[in-house]
Antibody, heavy 121, light 107 residues
Framework: QVQLVQSGAEVKKPGASVKISCKASGYTFTNYYIHWVRQAPGQGLEWMGLVNPSGGTPTYAQKFQGRVTVTSDTSTSTVYMELSSLRSEDTAVYYC??????????????WGQGALVTVSS | DIQMTQSPSSLSASVGDRVTITCRASQSISRYLNWYQQKPGKAPNLLIYTTSSLQSGVPSRFSGSGSETDFTLTISSLQPEDFATFYCQQTSTTPHTFGQGTKVEIK
């Protein structure tokens, strides 16, 4: 069965970086995009970026350009999302999700369980 | 960026009610519109993709319609397990944007 298993909760100080992993299993890793979405406490969903594990340049939301890096490791079927220069507003649950459909269009049919990142001094 | 606006932001309904949630895009997104359900503490769950296609395993009481800029999610007969927050999402262009959510509560 398809699974996306994310790394655990993190507590970081302002200005630090966090790197979250998303390990895929149950399908051919390189056949589907992986998207990153975050959700601040009590708030809605915010798309951060995507990566094609088979190669190519990741795409990021303008809001996170320069602070976010998404990479993939085909040897372990794992995608990583690193967010730098953390501030309190980055406190959120971060989800990875599998993208299905035509190129970047489509839908997210499987989601990771989420990873809570708390930014606090 | 394409802005997605859902209405209402919240609603109270009873089991058995017919519920309709609307989603409006700030520009045409063709039919690249998805609906997700999210329960507290859980990841979103895909209900409807590409406007009207029902995701496998999702009950047939959920349906979607629309095109271009105006879309609708309908629950034909609300069940106890349907109380949650629903989000629309456009994937016509990046950034893939979500509506602000509609919280469906028990009346």
């Amino acid at each position: 069965q398809v699974q996306l298993v994310q790394s655990g909760a993190e507590v970081k100080k302002p200005g630090a970086s966090v790197k979250i992993s998303c390990k895929a299993s149950g399908y051919t890793f390189t056949n589907y995009y992986i998207h990153w979405v975050r959700q601040a406490p009590g708030q809605g969903l915010e798309w951060m970026g995507l990566v094609n594990p088979s190669g190519g340049t990741p795409t990021y939301a303008q809001k996170f350009q320069g602070r976010v890096t998404v990479t993939s490791d085909t040897s372990t079927s794992t995608v990583y999302m690193e967010l730098s220069s953390l501030r309190s507003e980055d406190t959120a649950v971060y989800y990875c999700a599998r993208g299905r459909g035509v190129l970047v269009a489509g839908y997210y049919d499987y989601w990771g369980q989420g990873a809570l990142v708390t930014v606090s001094s | 960026d394409i802005q997605m606006t859902q209405s209402p932001s919240s609603l109270s309904a009873s089991v058995g009610d017919r519920v309709t949630i609307t989603c409006r895009a700030s520009q045409s997104i063709s039919r690249y519109l998805n609906w997700y359900q999210q329960k507290p503490g859980k990841a979103p769950n895909l209900l409807i993709y590409t406007t009207s296609s029902l995701q496998s395993g999702v009950p047939s009481r959920f349906s979607g319609s629309g095109s271009e800029t105006d879309f609708t999610l309908t629950i034909s007969s609300l069940q106890p397990e349907d109380f949650a927050t629903f989000y629309c999402q456009q994937t016509s262009t990046t950034p893939h944007t979500f509506g602000q959510g509609t919280k469906v509560e028990i009346k």
